[in-house]
């Protein structure tokens, strides 16, 4: 393939710990960005590892240094006709961002921004933000997970200049056949994720307390780093209402062990209601794995999960009706199957990373390609 198109990728890419650097990552390696397109690859993060994320030291003051020399170099001697760049909307590397989108304009590069966050219409009636956010997307290009996110850019952004791209995940579940619980062991509920009171932690909790009154069996696995909510709350919450033996709490998990917990399960529940939530990718490997979802309407979910059919969406906080839809599905095995294929289903044709890949080349022809 003639590659004549030069692209700067300005990306996140390892310690995944997030959306935005799990597809950094999967964009350097895809073969088909790198075949269609003359590309350089900028790493923005200066961790090196997931226990490095969040801590300042000497190494990285340097690694900062010379990330930014490296930009440099690339826009004055490469010259590249568009620029990739997964921008932060909040928060300190805003600002950062905001000093890179200056030096794009000055040297006339177009900007293709792949957003993997929100709120910026809550922060727009902060003037100088207002002013930062009309700076930052005049004349760019915007790539969103979910047509849902539009509203919350609509203000700055025309949508003839809005491209929609949903991430797609490895398929780490391609021969895996849903599972057949016995009447004889507890159907298995699967929370994945930090321990965040807004990713619905405690809603959950309190929809299993809501269980266990009923005399429903169940168990309950949360799987996650401790966030606002640690291990020692989640463990006095659970002997509060006696529910040791439904509820455990079983620590990070990664690679083959995080598969393990996933192809365990019967049910994924994700009662999220955090304000940054976009596209999470948990429910792709929820979908993957033949597992029925329950979670809420939210950023780009109604998206991924189809109501009734891949799995139901309740409103957020509201324990009792969260209770109700595990309920449903804990006693209706059959309909437990149903969703959890009809997932399997959606993922195979919507959220692969091949069709992601495909689709991002398609956007990223068409921007370069318009004058």
Known sequence: MNKTKKILFILHVPPPVH???MVGQSIVKSKLINESFDCDF???LVSRSIN???KWSFMKILRFIGIWIHLMVEMIKKKPEACYLALSTTGLSFYKDVLLVFWLRVFRIKRVYHLHNKGISKRQTNKVLRFLYQFVFKGADVILLSSYLYKDIETFVPLSRVHICPNGIEDSFPNLKPRLTSSENPVKILFLSNLIESKGVTVLLDACVILQKKGIDFECNFVGAEGDINAILLDEKVKQHGMENKVKYLGRKFGQDKQAV???ADIFAFPTYYSNECFPLVLLEAMSANIAVVSTFEGGIPDIIEDGVTGFL???RDAEIMAEKLEELIKN??????MGKAGRQKFATEFTIDIFEHKLQAILQQIISRK
């Open 314 to 316: 309740v409103p957020q």
């Open 262 to 264: 996933l192809a365990d």
């Open 333 to 338: 095995p059959t309909l437990r199957q149903q």
């Open 19 to 21: 959306g935005s650097s």
């Open 52 to 54: 490095d994320t969040g």
């Open 42 to 44: 900028v790493n923005l």
